[in-house]
């Protein structure tokens, strides 16, 4: 198959395409033909290999340890591994695969769910991990409830589309920041005001939240936990610009330390890749709490492009590849 592949760690011009075996599905895992695939900013930090600490976490110390990237899929079941009893081939799923970016991909069973009927697959292939990890941010670690105050700080990005429409569904007030260039999505997603970061700072005025839910900006601690109640929950799910080597991490240290001692919780998200945690966020897009809002949509020949975009800041929401035939 032709598959999009880096040998090594670089910006979008280290993907280029190879010809390479289709893999076979070992014990608990099925082979995926792949309709679309999602990117996302972990696509384009394994791209790069930054921070480098990522590196030694296994992701590979001098060139990526995984050739094929891609991780979020929408695709069917054609081949299932030994020990798979709870899919049968021909099944449309959608979650998290290895290698996604190709015509066929392996995946663990236990990350994958059936898709929903009426979810094209080019919507499908953007769930699974931003889904997961906002889901986590507004219910497990942020306990949103009706009528809190929420904060959203990078509303119109890949986790943020996610958590604006979670944090309206569960009743709050939301205030969105993104770019001006995307505050009329912010506002489609449900938010009930939306700041401009570049002339307007949040952490600057004199509103006060109940939650804040940090994806973008990395703003210092101490200027977040003024503006959130004395009582309130800050939820760090990221931010780029932390540095090559740690990725300033330290603030998801620092803020879980700082928990202990102060009135405010502080907290951080480490999305949990499996079906558990991806089947309610699968169950809200199935009542029409929520849907994926993917804005772009590429050719797998045109990956580099779409890295690229992803990486400008050009992409409202969220971007897929085109793979196969699977609307
Ligand atoms: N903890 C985890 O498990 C986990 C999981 C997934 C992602 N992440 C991390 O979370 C972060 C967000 O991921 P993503 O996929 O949502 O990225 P993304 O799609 O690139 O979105 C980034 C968002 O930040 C906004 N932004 C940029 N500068 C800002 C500023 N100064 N103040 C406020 N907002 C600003 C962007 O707004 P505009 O686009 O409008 O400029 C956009 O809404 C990344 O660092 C990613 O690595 C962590």
């Known amino acids: 198959m032709r598959a999009v592949v880096q040998d090594r760690y670089g910006n979008a011009d280290a993907l280029h395409f190879a010809d390479v075996a289709v893999p076979t599905p070992g014990p608990g895992e099925v082979l995926l033909a792949v309709h679309a695939a999602g990117l996302n900013r972990g696509t384009w930090h394994l791209m790069t290999g930054l921070p480098y600490v990522m590196r030694l976490m296994g992701f590979g110390l001098r060139r990526p340890a995984q050739r094929i990237p891609g991780a979020d899929v929408a695709g069917r079941i054609i081949a299932l591994g030994e020990g798979v009893d709870d899919f049968t081939v021909g099944d449309e799923v959608l979650g998290i695969a290895v290698g996604a970016f190709a015509p066929y991909a392996i995946a663990r069973a236990d990350n994958l769910v059936q898709r929903p009927a009426q979810l094209p697959a080019e919507k499908a292939a953007a769930v699974a991990i931003s889904g997961i990890t906002a889901y986590q941010a507004v219910h497990e670690q942020g306990q949103v409830t009706a009528g809190q105050r929420v904060l959203v700080l990078g509303a119109s990005g890949g986790v943020g589309a996610w958590v604006t429409q979670l944090a309206h569904a569960a009743g709050a007030h939301v205030t969105g920041v993104a770019s001006a260039a995307k505050a009329d999505l912010v506002l489609e997603l449900g938010a009930d005001q939306v700041l401009d970061y570049a002339t307007t700072e949040p952490t600057a005025g004199t509103d006060r939240y109940d939650v804040i839910i940090d994806m973008g900006g990395r703003r210092p601690l101490r200027k977040l936990r003024r503006i959130l109640t004395k009582n309130g929950t800050l939820v760090i799910v990221g931010g780029e610009g932390g540095g090559p080597i740690g990725g300033g991490f330290g603030r998801q ?20 890749e499996h079906r558990d945690a991806l089947a309610p966020v699968v169950a809200a897009i199935t009542e029409g709490t929520i849907t994926p809002a993917v804005s772009s949509v590429y050719s797998l020949d045109s990956v580099a492009e779409a890295m690229t975009d992803l990486v400008g800041g050009r992409v409202r929401g969220a971007a897929v590849l085109r793979i196969g035939d699977g609307s």
């Open 253 to 272: 240290l620092l803020a879980a330390a700082l928990s202990n001692v102060v009135s405010q919780r502080l907290t951080m998200v480490m999305a949990a």
